[in-house]
């Protein structure tokens, strides 16, 4: 069976799983609750309340000529129609003294999971929620540092930040109109602060509901891949813009900005995997980024991809 098919599957016996898919939905796991292996950890929703932060990794961020290369192809595929929103996304080295596992154990994160020695990811960002039978999915576009004077403010005043998030929203509502009925935008553009290493970030989201059938849980499987790639970690258009992120990007995301979370038989609830660190070889590689648009700032972007590496 196929990632569809399995998801299908288990929801229709109201079998409860875990799932965890990689960016392409080319590699995933579809684990029964009761048989999750010792090397897969997870938590969906729940923040821990660990001893204040200490900076536990020390990194090495890709050079700004570099970025700017990348950074500017975007703006050539904006400027030809090509996309209106990229999200941008680069790799940072970076080293500490704690191995994988560990830095899973001292870090908070709403959703958070350790797979297999090979990756982490502490994530804010909710993908969707199904609870009585209605779908919720809660994108997440726009990020400032807290401590600056009137953030919240200027964030929410930014014509490019609105211009970003609204393009995103328009995207998800789309997104769950395939799969649902009467989709609704619930609320628009809400501010969250979130702990960022030793900064303090706001994070702006909104949420987004849609109606399911009744027997939703059979179709579990479609309505999820329907979904893939998420809209936040993407762009608009989305297939035209997923097209262009692999070429400039040149690297491959493999499960970072996959999804991950849990079917308990009654409800769903996931994540995006973002706030990740793989392992290759011996070394440790953060993924990070943030959504490019005709009216981004590159000295902006480059930083708000620097402060997104960090262990929350």
Not at 202 to 225: A, C, F, H, M, P
Not at 241 to 254: N, P
Request: contains cysteine.
């Amino acid at each position: 069976m196929n990632l569809k098919e399995q998801m299908n599957f288990y929801g229709s016996k109201k079998e409860p799983f875990l799932f965890i898919i990689n960016y392409d939905m080319s590699s995933y796991d579809i684990i029964p609750l009761d048989s999750i292996p010792k090397d897969i950890k997870y938590k969906i929703n729940i923040t821990d309340n660990h001893k204040p932060h200490q900076n536990f990794i020390e990194k090495t961020t890709i050079p700004f000529n570099k970025y700017k290369k990348k950074f500017n192809k975007i703006q050539e595929e904006i400027l030809n129609g090509n996309t209106y929103l990229a999200n941008l996304t680069t790799e940072t080295l970076i080293q500490s003294k704690l191995n994988l596992n560990e830095l899973y154990n001292v870090s908070n994160a709403k959703f958070k999971l350790y797979y297999k020695d090979k990756f982490i990811c502490f994530s804010p960002e909710r993908f969707c929620k199904i609870e009585k039978n209605k779908i919720y999915t809660y994108p997440m576009k726009g990020t400032i540092d807290a401590n600056i004077k009137n953030a919240k403010e200027i964030i929410l005043s930014d014509k490019k930040e609105l211009a970003e998030h609204t393009m995103v929203v328009d995207l998800l509502r789309n997104d769950l109109s395939i799969i649902s009925k009467d989709v609704k935008v619930e609320d628009f553009r809400y501010c969250e602060e979130i702990k960022a290493g030793e900064k303090e970030l706001l994070q702006i989201s909104s949420k987004i509901s849609g109606k399911l059938e009744d027997n939703w849980q059979s179709r579990v499987g479609e309505i999820i891949t329907s979904l893939l790639p998420a809209g936040s970690i993407t762009g608009t258009p989305k297939r035209k813009t997923i097209e262009i992120l692999k070429k400039i990007e040149d690297y491959d995301r493999g499960y970072y900005t996959g999804i991950f979370g849990v079917f308990n038989g009654e409800m769903l609830d996931s994540s995006v995997m973002i706030r990740y660190i793989e392992k290759e070889n011996d070394r440790l590689i953060y993924k990070s980024g943030g959504g490019i648009t005709s009216d981004s700032n590159i000295d902006a972007e480059y930083q708000e991809m620097k402060d997104k590496v960090y262990i929350p």
